[in-house]
């Protein structure tokens, strides 16, 4: 697998790089639990305090990227998907996959206007992911590919190295949906 560069970056799931970090290295990070309230909650009544949760707040001395580039080498030691072998997915799993990224829209058959945009990879052997993504960790200019024209969509092959937890397999949809980790330009 060949290294990535902050250049080619082009999604980054901060909260999983900073967990594998935690369990790779050991070293656990400040944290801190907060109790807030939301809108619903002022009554202080414990019944009808609706809307309370509590957070965790986690505090490193490395940045995501700098832990990312301490734990890339364990980070490689994942499979490669190979459709052969990985035809079924029986639970959720981990894999690189290497193809090219695009936007697909799935509208619904019986509602004309109820239409998503959503990130799709296509493998070596056209097989499908559906990425389940968080605008958060997508990287600046690549978010908003899901809200350009259909017109201007249409032309987004991104050849890429991503890995990708496989979460099923669709067979409605004929994809496997899957939730991206890191994603990355690769050259060509």
Known sequence: MEQFKLDNLIYLDVEFI???YEEITGNAPSSQLTRTEGMKAGLGIPVLSAGV???ETRSY???SLGMLK???MD???YSSFEKNIHATIEKPQIFWVQGHI???IW???KDKDEKYSYFQM???DNTDFSLVTKGEYTSSGYDSLLEISPAIQNNINIPVNALVKILYHSTVGKSFVSTPFLIFEKKK
């Open 18 to 20: 900073a967990l594998k």
């Open 53 to 55: 949760h509590t957070q």
């Open 61 to 63: 001395q490395l940045s």
């Open 70 to 72: 301490r734990i890339w």
């Open 75 to 77: 980070l490689e030691k």
């Open 102 to 104: 695009t936007v697909s």
């Open 107 to 109: 509208g619904n058959p």
């Open 122 to 124: 296509l493998d070596k």
